[in-house]
């Protein structure tokens, strides 16, 4: 049977793949507390005397940068038989992300991961924090051209996954027609222009495809109907 803590990883793993393949600077994904449990109480881990708390506790625990679910953590002296506490590790090997040599969406494998604020070595005695404030950092190299790995920064808070920082930054394909000038502020790395780039995207997006007034959906989404338009 699976263990819990495999569960577990999986579901976060599955969150961070999703923020770093498909999110842009700052935006974020957040792992669904009710949807762990639902699919833990499938699985027949919240049976008999069996409470959620041990789910509760991982979740907002420190999470391994490295697979170390595996290993006895320092301070659990357990007795023979005896299952550990469950706990979540990374276990993905790589995501598909676009290279900035190869200009396209590639296969990307994982060189390293960090916790930074776990100690490193003697020159660096860590930070304190919540179990559950993390700052993570991974490199990342291409399959194809084997360049120097692309690093990837993600902050945890609970629950909430926040794609923060990205070496080299990603190339966002923007509507020429629509905004002029929006290529050339993401070559100068300008984020404010191009934060005002988007939103004059967004603007003209809107008229064009005659969304409703109160709509929530998001730019990406408007760009993607956006586009058989102008094809």
């Keep these: 049977m699976t263990s819990l803590s495999a569960i577990l990883s999986r579901i976060a793993e599955e969150a961070l793949v999703r923020l770093l393949e498909g999110k842009h600077l700052y935006q974020s994904v957040r792992i669904d507390r009710d949807a762990v ?5 499938d699985l027949g881990f919240l049976e008999g005397a069996r409470t959620e708390a041990p789910i509760d506790q991982a979740l907002n625990s420190e999470w391994f ?3 170390q679910v595996s290993v006895q953590r320092p301070g659990y002296a357990m007795p023979d038989g005896a299952e550990p506490p469950p706990s979540i590790g990374f276990f993905f090997k790589g995501i598909k992300a ?5 200009k396209t969406i590639v296969p990307m494998n994982l060189m390293l991961s960090l ?4 100690p490193q070595d003697r020159f660096w005695p860590g930070v304190e924090a919540p179990a559950s404030d993390q700052d993570f950092v991974f490199l990342f190299q291409c399959q194809f051209c084997k360049t120097t790995p692309d690093a990837f920064l993600v902050r945890r808070r609970g629950l909430k996954l926040t794609l923060c920082g990205r070496a080299p930054m990603e190339i966002v394909d923007v509507p020429q027609k ?3 000038g929006a290529t050339k502020s993401l070559a100068n790395r300008d984020l404010r222009a191009l934060a005002y780039h988007g939103l004059v995207r967004e603007s003209s997006t809107e ?3 005659r969304v409703k007034p109160g709509s929530e959906e998001l730019g990406d989404d408007l760009t993607r109907q956006w586009r058989p338009v102008k094809t």
């Design 37 to 41: 449990l639902a699919e833990a109480k």
């Design 115 to 118: 916790d930074l604020f776990k």
């Design 207 to 209: 008229r064009e495809i």
């Design 65 to 67: 940068a490295h697979d």
């Design 98 to 102: 676009a290279c900035a040599s190869c």
């Design 178 to 180: 629509v905004v002029p």
